[in-house]
């Protein structure tokens, strides 16, 4: 087992990446383009595809050292029978769970905007892990298969920062699971947001984990191929 050190915030962390899995949170077309439910509720969507080139460059990191990738979208059954009413029945009617949008039924899974953004096309054989709330973990199998590959470490991307990536750290740090954000690969439509999601994970002492960047993590990977 070899390990690697990787600077981070609020210090170095050592991963072994046999054992690390690299989680892409919800970066859905709804979330990320133009016409999208993000779009539909105002917010500027620009702000989150500036993630999308630095999580394609992790991606194509992982891909190449054979490590676990996991994607997630988060999204409800046509019949929005897995979304609890105080999700759906919140905000302007006309932009809720399950109503028309521009790019079909919003959040509703089998939608055009329910999908991944091409750029970061799940491969054949990838987990996709639909959710029905903000954390990666809730009423999901998740766990199980990061328990059955022996995961120890997750690298952990997408969108947006204070929300679902933020939930899905809080709740894999729970499990015993060590948290490495990428900053540069994480986004949200409130840049002081952002920001103070990344400083609220390593303050303390990384009271919920570490944070890095996709540059650390691939001259990391590239030093590990070096020495081997
Ligand atoms: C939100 C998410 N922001 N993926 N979802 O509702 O962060």
Known sequence: MSRSEIPAEPFPISVDFAR?????????RDFLEPGGFGAALGNDVALLGAAVL???????????????????REGHRPDLSDAPPAKVLRGDPTRRIGAAGPM???????????DIVPALAPLPGEPVI????KGAFYQT???????????????????????????????ANDRGYRCLVLSDAC????????RVGLAMIA????????????????????????AA
């Open 20 to 28: 690390t899995a690299l989680v892409i949170i919800d970066m859905q």
């Open 54 to 72: 630095p999580c394609k460059a992790m991606l194509a990191g992982a891909r190449a050292a054979g490590m676990l990738v996991l994607h997630t």
């Open 104 to 114: 079909g039924r919003i959040l509703v899974r089998g939608e055009a905007g329910h």
């Open 130 to 133: 639909d959710k029905p709330g």
């Open 141 to 171: 199998d998740l766990d199980l298969l990061l328990r059955n590959r022996s995961i120890e470490t997750l690298l952990v991307t997408g969108v947006t920062t204070e929300v679902c990536v933020h939930t899905t750290v809080r709740e």
């Open 187 to 194: 986004a949200s439509y409130f840049p002081e947001f952002h």
């Open 203 to 226: 303050a303390q002492g990384g009271i919920f984990g570490w944070v890095s960047s996709t540059d650390a993590v691939l001259a990391a990977l590239a030093a590990r191929d070096q």
